[in-house]
């Protein structure tokens, strides 16, 4: 019997999806913790067959997981002794089995392949600090049902709502002069910790008085850009709600406040081969709250890769159907005089 190389470590949401495609990684029905089989009980048992490097839930019904081998051939032998059969070593559980997701999507040739940061000490970025759990299950669960029960504006990719100012995004600005209101009373348990979040800095005025709700369907993410300096102030909070995403920074240090040339077609490979062009990601999973301030806000461009499958740490991580961001800005009523004057548009005018 092959030894399992299972180790128990806590997995992202929403990870791998059925396919055909012969690969190292099982999708497994029939089997997990609502029909009283643990992770590691299905470790034991697929690790007669080859060595196992996961075992992780495929999504949030207890009875389907993912099984993940170091090779495609062990997986190939378990598919073929266990599908559609009596396990005895699982309760006598009859499985059925699909391979699974391989990989995430591949790198373009030659593009070095990009660590995924699991927390901002790793990043590395002064100014950008995660906190996971920001919010409860149960917090996360009232504050979508609050946006669901209101209009959405649709755009091109996905639908959004704005709250206190609207976001101009032909200008990437907003009309300070058009005031919509307070922000609703649906947030106020998120205002109530944002000044305890680390990095936010004391304040005599409100912290923020601007509010983006975006809705991102599996797939869709966000162009390269760094948020307009003489449209809102330096503290810039993003909280992640029913799906994560990777969140790629990138630094053009000869670079101005506009996006590179390459962003405005719709694609960014020129800007990457950027031999200049700096590269770090982070993890943002669901109920995580990201803030962006001081260099990380202002001189660095934000990113949500376009992707429907993320690679974190090695694990292939499948978004949900639809990723929601409430990010909470204040809106700036003078003019932009940070040192990074090579991304400020006050200062470039």
Known sequence: ??????????????????CTTPSAV???????????LTHDDV???????????????A??????????????????????ALHGRPCSVLSGRVLH??????????????????????SSSELGIPGVHLVQEFVTAAEEQELLAAVDSRPWKRLAKRRVQHYGYEFLYETRNVDSKQFLGELPSFVSKVLDKIGAFPGVKNCTSKLVDQLTVNEYPCGVGLSPHIDTHSAFEEMILSLSLAGSCIM???????????????IGNGTDEVS????QCIRKAIFLPPRSMLLMSGEGRYAWHHYIPHHKIDDVAGQVIKRNSRR???????VRMDLCDCEYRQFCDSQSK
């Open 43 to 57: 470790a034991a048992a697929f690790g007669a067959y080859g060595e196992v490097d996961g075992v992780h839930a």
């Open 324 to 330: 929601v961001s409430f990010t909470f800005r204040k």
């Open 248 to 262: 790629e920074f990138r630094q053009y240090p000869k670079g101005s406040w506009r996006a590179p040339p390459s």
């Open 26 to 36: 099982l999708y497994v029905a029939n089997c997990g913790p609502v029909v009283g």
């Open 272 to 275: 990457i081969q950027d031999p």
């Open 1 to 18: 019997m092959a030894k399992s190389g299972y180790t128990r470590a806590p997995p992202p949401p929403a990870l791998d999806t059925a």
């Open 97 to 118: 089995i699909r391979y699974s997701v391989p990989a995430a999507p591949k790198a373009r040739p030659g593009a070095p392949v990009l660590p995924v940061a699991l």
């Open 59 to 80: 999504d949030d019904s207890g009875a389907r997981v993912i099984v993940r081998f170091r090779e495609p051939a062990a997986a190939g032998a378990a598919m073929a």
